[in-house]
């Protein structure tokens, strides 16, 4: 029971570092601090540690040796890569979500379309950012692909 509820801290986590990062909070090229982060998150370093792993696979940051993890600087060719990369693996993981979705799986993903609408309405672009991160983690739960999340 502990490592599930570590794995979704670490998610929590992983889903914050990125939006700071989106966002610009964390500027292209800045280490990240593990520290810092650690404590501005509400947590210990282990899950911002393995968060920026996850980010580094995912293309976001990158480790230099003896050195930390920074954000990368991205040009407009990588960055449109990268886009097209993340767009056809939630392709897939829509496909496999729509044949084997439960119905709780679907009755939650409604719930987050109807709160991201809810969040356009009000003209609340964080809270939209911070359930759409949701909304495909939860689609790559439900799509049952445990490789690809």
């Given at each position: 029971?502990?490592?599930?509820r570590?794995?979704s801290?670490?998610?929590?986590?992983?889903?914050?570092?990125e939006g700071?990062?989106?966002?610009?909070?964390v500027?292209a090229?800045e280490?990240?601090?593990?520290?810092?982060?650690a404590?501005?998150?509400?947590?210990?370093?282990?899950?911002v540690?393995?968060?920026a792993?996850?980010l580094e696979?995912?293309?976001?940051?990158k480790t230099?040796?003896?050195?930390?993890?920074?954000?990368?600087k991205?040009?407009?060719?990588?960055a449109?890569e990268l886009?097209?990369l993340?767009?056809g693996?939630?392709?897939y993981l829509?496909t496999?979500?729509a044949?084997s979705?439960?119905?709780?799986d679907k009755?939650?993903?409604?719930?987050f379309?109807?709160?991201?609408?809810?969040?356009?309405?009000?003209g609340d672009?964080?809270?939209y950012?911070e359930l759409?991160l949701?909304?495909?983690?939860?689609v790559?739960?439900?799509s049952g692909?445990t490789?690809?999340?």
């Open positions: 029971m502990q490592k599930l570590q794995r801290l670490v998610l929590e986590v992983r889903d914050a570092l700071m990062i989106l966002r610009g909070e500027p090229g280490r990240l601090n593990e520290i810092n982060l404590e501005q998150l509400g947590v210990s370093r282990g899950p540690r393995e968060a792993r996850s696979r995912e293309g976001l940051v230099v040796t003896n050195q930390g993890v920074y954000v990368r991205l040009s407009l060719e990588d449109l886009y097209d993340r767009a693996i939630a392709g829509c496999r979500a044949e979705a439960t119905p709780e009755s939650d993903l409604r719930a379309v109807d709160r991201m609408d809810a969040a356009v309405r009000d672009e964080e809270r950012f759409n949701a909304f495909h983690d939860r790559a739960t439900a692909a490789r690809a999340k």
